[in-house]
């Protein structure tokens, strides 16, 4: 009798035995295909002049260079200089720089995004531009199959896509 309450004792002090077993298969898949997309910077009018041994035509409206005033669709235009040697038989030199000035567009004025392909069919016509196509709409593709199997097929799109695909499979026994 000694024995089986000892035995009692001990497999009172032992609990249920659990275990928990769970399974998780997640399966994800990301395609993406980027807008066209522009920024354009218009440059306005400057003229600059430095030089040594040399001086302004004699003219009533001579300059070394010089810009008219724009208006509100017109940027300032440059009008060239007129200028002379000062000590003839001396050295000289001479620095003229014109840049002429974007016009004043109308808002998005030059701007055209193709509806078939998404893509920047026309750019605007500013001094500074810098464009991004972006990506071609059809041309990227992906396939998910997952249960058990764990197939991932994805198809490389054309510049401006980007496609990523993951498939998790996840065992925890506790």
């Known amino acids: 009798m ?3 309450a000892v035995l009692i004792g001990l497999l009172s002090l032992c609990g249920p035995v659990r275990s928990e077993v769970s399974h998780r298969i997640q399966s994800n898949i990301q395609l993406t295909v980027d807008g066209a997309s522009t920024t354009a910077t218009r440059i306005g009018s400057s003229v600059s002049a430095s030089g040594v041994n040399v001086k302004v035509g004699t003219g009533n409206n001579d300059t070394f260079a010089s810009l008219t005033a724009g208006s509100a669709t017109a940027a300032a235009t440059v009008v060239p200089g007129n200028f002379e040697i000062n000590t003839a038989g001396q050295n000289f030199s001479f620095t003229n720089t014109a840049i002429q000035g974007d016009p004043i567009s109308t808002l998005a004025a030059g701007v055209a995004v193709s509806s078939t392909t998404g893509q920047a069919a026309s750019l605007p016509a500013y001094g500074q531009v810098t464009s991004f196509a972006g990506g071609v709409k059809g041309t990227l593709a992906g396939t998910l199959t997952s249960v058990g199997g764990g197939t991932l097929a994805i ?12 498939i998790t499979s996840e065992l925890s026994v506790r």
Request: aromatic content about 6%; glycine content about 20%.
């Open 2 to 4: 000694k024995r089986f």
């Open 155 to 166: 198809v490389a799109g054309s510049s401006g896509t980007t496609s990523i695909g993951q």
